[in-house]
């Protein structure tokens, strides 16, 4: 299993996100869902390299 590392933006914005606890609840029901295989998206190569131009901010 890949785990994120204990810095960095991806964990900051995990580490916020659990002080909710109502997001608490929802990052621990996708992160079951997940290892369920549950709740998953196929993407294509073509979508996810739109996703990721996308999330670059070079898209538009």
Known sequence: MTQ??????????????MRS??????????????RQGRNLVALTEEQWAEMKKRSDGSAG
């Open 4 to 17: 994120l590392p204990a810095q960095g933006p991806q964990w900051d914005e995990t580490a916020h996100l």
């Open 21 to 34: 606890p109502a997001n608490h609840q929802r990052l621990l029901d996708a992160m079951d869902d997940v």
